[in-house]
């Protein structure tokens, strides 16, 4: 059949001008760098104008705009309004500041365009090196598996899916939940919301998440822990996982990671543990003995966007039993046979691992971090940002000003500014409007954490660009603000 010319096309989506195109990738790395390399001269974060909101309703782009014009709207709407993580002075939550050879590596994994789930390509083996590193650093046996994930949610789902799938006693994949056999799993009451989420679409039901109170030190109640077990089993229950805290999010709080492996080994039970940014300890020298029994472990989900600097999104989780995780998720249709030659061949698919069947190259940025920086220094700023939240509280301990509402095992302080006459309840408004105040001013951003009903400024400190000066310049500001907002 002939095609007539005037309706035969061959468009694509790559440039009409490589040179063109070219010349603007050089000058995006060269706007990126010089961003990155001031960041200290810009607020840590800063309100989006109205027009800046506006921006973005507009309808859905029928005709082409000019990359340059494209780039130049990015520049302006969207770059200048970040949420503020690479900033010196970020300490919320538990984010990750990024690095300039991840963003790279990035770019990098994105021309390459490579899929992971499965086929017989260089990116498979780049993940494969970095789980076989990641196991190095974890002390887990080399024959363990492994899966790199969009973060610890995905990861601790990874994890909890295999231990249910293990533990439940019968093909749960082919029956699903069985109504007269109610599985049930054990955290403290610190464990991430994430764990939650995950009992949840496991079909297991928030109640089966058995929350077991923690001591002072906002650890697990181990005693507590071993009677929930134990009463559950006599009432019918099926106790099937217990989730270990490497570094809770509050407080960065460890659980006593042997004894919950103890615990699951005498109760026949899966021990995995929620390593999220705590599990990086291990590569220190001075605070890894935090982490002694998490390689006692059937399943750890570590994150390394956060405490590993890298550019989101990469978490992971390492598997002790190859089989039960393959088990838990293989399924190869037809459409996806595992070939024995050729493109297809290979056999380790990571679509086998996961939910996803489609999958990124983050593998890349940690393979070329760690080649870049050495896990030595890493394990060097990581202490470095215990030291630096060591040194902050050394400087709230004896001002009367400041109450210290938390210990701080790691790298996590937690804090309020106090004033003689006020009432818990005002002092709880009143450091809301602090942190309010800083972020707004662009000082610094910490979070916030409420510890036994007292609200508290919270620092987690898993940033690679802070100096100790940047502590000096918190309290400060929070003594300034603080007596402001009384005035
Ligand atoms: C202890 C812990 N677990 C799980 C998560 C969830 O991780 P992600 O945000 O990477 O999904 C977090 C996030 O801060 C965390 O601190």
Redesign the pocket.
Known sequence: MTIPDDIRTDETLDPNDWDAMRALGHQMIDDMMDYVQTLRDRPTWQEMPQHVRDYFKQPLPQEPQAEADVYQDFMEYVMPYPLGNLHPRFWG???GTGTPMGALAEFLAATMNSNTGGGNHAANLVEEQVLDWVKEMYHFPPESSGLLV???????LVGLTVARNTLAGYDIRTEGIRANHRMTVYASSE?????QKNVELLGLGSDSLRLVPTNAAYEIDLEALQATITADREAGFHPICIVG?????NTGAFDDLNALADIATREKMWFHV?????SLVAITEDYRHLTNGMDRADSL?F?F??WMYMP??I?GTIVRHKDAHYNAFTLTPTYLTHGNRGTAAGDRWFSDYGVQLSRGFRALKAWMSLKNHGIQKYGRLIQQNIEQVHYLLSLLENDPEFDITAPSPINIACFRFVKDGLTDEQLNDLNRDIIYELHERGIAVPSYAILNGIYSIRVANTNHRTRHEDFDMLVQAVKEIGSELVG
């Open positions: 939550w538990v984010l969009s973060g610890a949610s995905m990861a601790n464990v991430h919301s994430c764990m805290n490497a570094g809770t999010v929620d390593g999220a940014f705590g989900a994150d966007h956060k989101f999104e978490g």
